[in-house]
Nanobody
Framework: QVQLRESGGGLVQAGGSLRLSCAAS????????MGWFRQAPGKERDFVAA????????KYADSVKGRFTISRDNAKTTVSLQMNSLKAEDTAVYFC??????????????????WGQGTQVTVSS
């Protein structure tokens, strides 16, 4: 069993920044790929970013490339998402997720077997 707890969401003006964090426990963290997804009201859950166990591989949705950065600290078993130049369309509930390994489908929900409860990010225009 893996427990994931997100933090760092909130309200920010367009153009601002937020940093989300996800604390993980219950599985050898350095072996796990981690991902961030988001879900806006009335929409499907979308991929945002993913990082491999070593941190050597990352993947981003086109909509956040150049603005968001995913990172991890295996000693602290945390993964972070630095979000800069936020836009109103970034408003959503953000979820972190844990996958047993890095795979070609890390941009799809099917790759992940554990999910956090989510944290709300609201960007005002």
């Amino acid at each position: 069993q893996v427990q994931l707890r997100e933090s760092g969401g909130g309200l920010v003006q367009a153009g601002g920044s937020l940093r989300l964090s996800c604390a993980a426990s219950g599985r050898t963290f350095s072996n796990s790929a981690m991902g961030w997804f988001r879900q806006a009201p009335g929409k499907e859950r979308d991929f945002v970013a993913a990082i491999s166990g070593s941190g050597g591989s990352t993947k981003y949705a086109d909509s956040v490339k150049g603005r968001f950065t995913i990172s991890r600290d295996n000693a602290k078993t945390t993964v972070s998402l630095q979000m800069n130049s936020l836009k109103a369309e970034d408003t959503a509930v953000y979820f972190c997720a844990n996958a047993p390994a890095w795979a070609s489908v890390v941009d799809r929900s099917i790759a992940y077997d554990y999910w956090g409860q989510g944290t709300q990010v609201t960007v005002s225009s």
